[in-house]
Each structure stands twice: as C-alpha cells, then as structure tokens.
C-alpha cells in the first residue's frame, strides 16, 4: 500500500451529510507520493517534509496515530498579536516531552499502548476526538513523563453561597458513601473538602443501627496510597452530636484515598466520581511538568477535518464540516474565549492548591489544534496539474492558520466518478482510527478491512447515509 494525498467526499442524503477521505491514490503509469502531492498542491513546508520523513519511520498504526497527535505540525500558528500566546505549537509540544524517538520505536513492538487503549474507557468509544484525548494522556503521562493533575474535569456553575470561600468541593457522594459497624452504626460520608495548603476535611454522619449505646468517639484514619494517617482534628456539630468532620493534613488530589471513621468501621474509597450538576464548561487537561513548583500548563485540545466551502478562502469562517451548520471559525472562537478561560476559574484553582500545597498555583492556559483542510477538487487527481492551486502564501490571509497544516481534497457524491483516477484500490475508513495516514500491504487492513476496486467502492458510495472516511492505494 503507497499513501499518496488527500480527498473527501460529499454527498447529501435524506438532509444528511457523507464524507470520504481518499488520502492515497495513483496510476499505474503515475505513482504519486502523499509529500509529492502536498508539494505540487499546497506546497510543502520543510517541517511538515521533516515530520513526513519522521512518521515514515514507524509502521504500528496505534503508534503512527501517537506521533501524528503530539509530533506533527497543528492547524494554529502563534502568529497572532491577539491569541498567538495563547496557541500551543508543536515547538512547545517538543519541549514539553522531549524526544521520543526512541520510546516510539520501543512501542512499535511494546504491546503497552494497546493495553493502555483498552484500559482508559474513553479510547474505547467510537468518537475521533475520544480516541485522540486518549493518545494525548498516554502521550503526557508515560511518554512524557508528565503528571497529570487532572483530566476531562468538569467545572460546576457557581453558586452564590459558593463564591468567595476559597474551598473547592472536589469529592462530592451523592448518595452518599456508606460505612458500618456491624448492624450496630452507621457512618455516611458526604463529602470531601480539599482546602488550600493541602488539608482535606471529609464530612460525616452517624446514624444508629441496632445499639442504642452512645456512638463511638472518632478515630479517623486515612489511608493514603496505602499509608495510613490519623487525623490531625475534628469536630462535632453542635446542634447534632452525630454530625462532624475529620481535618487530614498533607494530602493531595491525586492520591488514592480510603477512609475510615474509627477501627471497627468498614473502609470507604473517597474516589472522585464525576461531577453531574449543572456546569460551564469541561477542562481537558491540567499538567504539572515541575512538581517542585506550583506552576500548571491548561491544555484544550481538539482534532478538526474542516472543508473549504468556497476557492478563494479568507477565514476560519469559509470553512465547514460536512453538517454545513459547523462552521471552523465559530468552534475556534468558543475555545479561545470560552474553552481556555476554564482553566481559569476558582474550582480549578482550589482543586491545584489542593495538590500543590499552594495557596496561588499559577495555570498557563494554551490551545492544541490538530486535523486537516480540504478544498474542492474540480478534476481528476491523476493529473494534478489540472487541479486548480492556491497561491502561494495563502494561508497568511488567515490569522493564526499554521502554514505547516495537513491539507486534501473534497469533492462532491456526483463528482467521485470524474475525480478517482483509474486503477486504484480503496479503503473505507472506520472510526475512529481517522488520523495518521495509513500504512500496510496485502489486500486486507487491520484497522479498515478489505481493498475494494474504484467499481466497488462507486457503487457502495451510492449506499452512504453518514459520514464517512475512505482511502485509496496505488
């Protein structure tokens, strides 16, 4: 299988819209390379050349989706006096994890990013997106080496007796978390407070069960990845001797907690469960490169496959996806002026002083943007020099659009017949293995299935009701 360039294709069904991606095609008299492709299209930056030449170097598709995610060059550029500070560019994505050339190369024959694909739920959903916030952890946490203070972290609507306490609810059980005595008392536990500095107060209740003795006094330890601490105070409700609370110094939100209220109760596990309330928003990533400080990188991070709606593009907004109603620009701008500013708010502030013992923790926040652009081909790919070309330096029309992008082609359902060359072999893609360009011989992919001819694949597009991803191979 020869990867060459990139096409998509689309089609309108009972008001649905279908996409197909042929991002390898070729003659049998005409091989023509993805790089040469882009080259003669597009133009081909030296770091997007040089990124080609890296990926070329790595067979496993798992770990060719891995480099294409945090190595490869992104839609965003930093060249934007208004939000180019705020876009994380594959420089900065270098330095954060080093190289990891060689670790790479470890994973191609190293089962231990599959199992750690199938261990994390989201990697097991069928959404691109899921699929690739899975790489990027696996990317962080083991390639990187990076802690990861928290991820998909949701941030609740604030409420006004919230405001101002300077305490984040980061542990909240409802209903809440049940421990015992036998049949003889109870102990629910209802929440869990972490406060700046790193104490943590976790607040209980006691109810009697078949004892009508007077309870007994609080003993509270916490075990905390396994080391047990006893509290360093606590207290009782002054209107209900049965109500009170523990205080536990030195405890961060990443450990693994078990609580207990005295030595003939059961242990309860105090782990997070995610927060279901109203909220305004959702954090994907908070890293802590540096744990001897108290500085945290906010990461928002996205992989888009956008189409140019018209020849001439002059902004985010003359892009669309295959729902014509999505439009680029409007999902871009909602992540820099709502998405980033997440990182930002008093939850996630507590959650960080809660880890770092910090009373000001300070959160960078910063964009990662990956995906591709396709624009509308008008002519067969076989011969590129009837495709009509951008000039060049287009992209600098368009505020921080990355001159180093991914680009392709689309067309039209009705155009298909017209725009596949002869003699070719296609794949269609399933999700949500969308990103890295493929790899691979035999007339079989263990990710997409069969080879199908240029005939089959025409005739099983007439059958399209959803978006789709395909790709040819000379």
Known sequence: MAACGSLGVLSCFRGCWGLC???AFGHLSLR??????????????????????????????RVRDLAWSVLG?????????????????????????????????????????????????????????????????FAFAELGQITVATYSEPIPKERPSEQGEGKAQVRRFRPPLKSSAGVDFFC???????????????????????????????????????????????????????????????????CTMNFTYAPSFSQVSLELPKYKGPVQGEVDYVLWPDR???????????????????????????????????????????????QLPMGQTEHIRNLLAGLSKSAAPQISSSLWMNGRLFFHARGSLAALAELP??????????????????????????ELEAVLPERLFY??????????????????HVDHGALRSRGQLLRDAKSWRSFQYGLGFS
């Open 21 to 23: 991606q042929a991002r």
């Open 73 to 137: 060059p992104g839609l965003c550029s930093d060249r934007d006096a208004t939000w180019g500070s705020h876009v994380f560019t594959d420089e900065r994505m270098n330095a954060l994890l080093g190289d990891v050339t060689d670790e790479l190369q470890r994973l191609e024959s190293d089962p231990k990013l599959e199992r750690w694909l199938q261990a994390h739920a989201r990697s097991q959903s069928q959404l691109v997106g899921h699929y690739y916030e899975s790489l990027l952890h």
């Open 188 to 254: 629910n536990v209802r929440r869990a407070t972490f406060a700046p500095g790193g104490q943590l107060q976790v607040d209980f209740q006691l109810k009697r069960g078949r004892s009508q003795d007077d309870p007994p006094p609080p003993e509270c330890v916490l075990h905390v990845d396994g080391e047990a601490r006893r509290m360093a105070s606590h207290a009782m409700s002054v209107g209900n001797a049965m109500d009170g609370h523990a205080i536990f110094n030195d405890v961060t939100a990443g």
């Open 389 to 414: 070309s951008l000039a060049p330096g287009w992209h600098e029309r368009i505020q921080m659009l990355s001159p180093d992008l991914e680009v392709g082609w689309w067309c039209f359902l009705r």
């Open 32 to 61: 023509i390379r993805r790089q040469d492709f882009q080259a003669e299209s597009f133009g081909l930056t030296s770091k997007r050349r040089d990124f080609e030449e890296r990926l070329a170097r790595l067979d496993n598709p």
């Open 427 to 444: 794949l269609v893609l399933r999700k949500p293995y969308w990103l890295a360009p493929l790899r691979g011989s035999g007339a079989r």
């Open 292 to 338: 001897g400080t108290a500085r945290f990188l906010h990461i928002e991070a996205a992989v888009k496959f956008y189409l140019a709606a018209k020849d001439d593009v002059q902004e985010w907004d003359d892009f669309i996806a295959p729902n014509p109603v999505d439009i680029l620009g409007k999902k871009l701008r909602r992540m820099l002026s709502h």
